[in-house]
């Protein structure tokens, strides 16, 4: 049984980074498609950007220039590198694991979800 743990989250002044890790324990992401979502207060959940055999594909625009995602050789963790934050970002951020060579913006396509971590920009 697939396991994913997010960690990196936590409190960052506007303009500034984090980096999220999403760690795997029970399997390698070999084949999967691995997606962060985020969640801001009284909004629904969405997609960031995933990476996946396929490539990576962006979800929200908004990051486009600001986030990157990528996975280290050991296929066990995958990182969401977010530069440049602004309040807006602001959200809990989750990694999810579905078990194909592609990407997909729906979270119900998504069958494995880590506890999600804590962003927050703010001055």
């Known amino acids: 049984q697939l396991q994913l743990v997010e960690s990196g989250g936590g409190l960052v002044q506007p303009g500034g980074s984090l980096r999220l890790s999403c760690a795997a324990s029970?399997?390698?992401?070999?084949?999967?498609?691995i997606a962060w979502f985020s969640q801001a207060p009284g909004k629904e959940r969405e997609g960031v950007l995933c990476?996946?055999?396929?490539?990576?594909?962006y979800f929200a625009t908004s990051v486009k220039g600001r986030f990157t995602i990528s996975r280290d050789n050991a296929k066990t963790t995958v990182y969401l590198q977010m530069n440049s934050l602004k309040p807006e970002d602001t959200a809990v951020y989750y990694c999810?694991?579905?078990?194909?060579?592609?990407?997909?913006?729906?979270?119900?396509?998504?069958?494995?979800w880590g506890q999600g971590t804590q962003v927050t920009v703010s001055s």
């Open positions: 990476i996946s055999s396929d490539g990576i594909t």
């Open positions: 999810a694991a579905r078990p194909y060579y592609y990407c997909s913006g729906y979270d119900r396509e998504y069958a494995y």
């Open positions: 029970g399997r390698t992401l070999d084949y999967y498609a």
